[in-house]
Nanobody, 119 residues
Framework: QVQLVESGGGLVQAGGSLRLSCAAS????????MRWYRQAPGKQRELVAD???????TYADSVKGRFTISRDNAKNTVYLQMNSLKPEDTAVYYC?????????????WGQGTQVTVSS
C-alpha cells in the first residue's frame, strides 16, 4: 500500500522559516509530479508548488521568492522550504504525488500538517 507521510509543520513567528517533508513509501514503480497544497480555514484548497520528476518547479504567485520546492528521487521525498513566513500562510499543508502503481498513475495525498504563523 502506497502512503505519503508528512512532517515538519508547527508554530512560527512571522518572518520565520519552516521546512516540510513528505516521503512516499510502499510498492510502486515511479513518481511523476509531486506537489504541495494548502487549505486555510473557510477557504478552498490551493496549489502552492509543483515539481516534476526532472526537477522543474512552479509556484503560486503568493509564495514566489519565499518558498522553494525540491525533491530527492532516491528517497522518494519532496520538501517545501518556507522562508519569510506571513500570517496568511497559516493553513494545513498537504503533499500530493502522482505515483505509478500497477498499470497507471494514481494521485496520493498525505495526511496534512498544520503550519501556524503568528504575527
Amino acid at each position: 500500500q502506497v502512503q505519503l507521510v508528512e512532517s515538519g509543520g508547527g508554530l512560527v513567528q512571522a518572518g520565520g522559516s519552516l521546512r516540510l517533508s513528505c516521503a512516499a513509501s510502499g510498492s510502486f514503480f515511479s513518481i511523476n509530479d509531486m506537489r504541495w497544497y494548502r487549505q486555510a480555514p473557510g477557504k478552498q484548497r490551493e496549489l502552492v508548488a509543483d515539481i516534476t520528476s526532472g526537477g522543474g518547479a512552479t509556484y503560486a504567485d503568493s509564495v514566489k521568492g519565499r518558498f522553494t520546492i525540491s525533491r530527492d528521487n532516491a528517497k522518494n521525498t519532496v520538501y517545501l522550504q518556507m522562508n519569510s513566513l506571513k500570517p496568511e500562510d497559516t493553513a494545513v499543508y498537504y503533499c500530493n504525488a502522482q505515483i505509478w502503481v500497477l498499470i497507471r498513475f494514481t494521485d496520493y495525498w498525505g495526511q496534512g500538517t498544520q503550519v501556524t504563523v503568528s504575527s
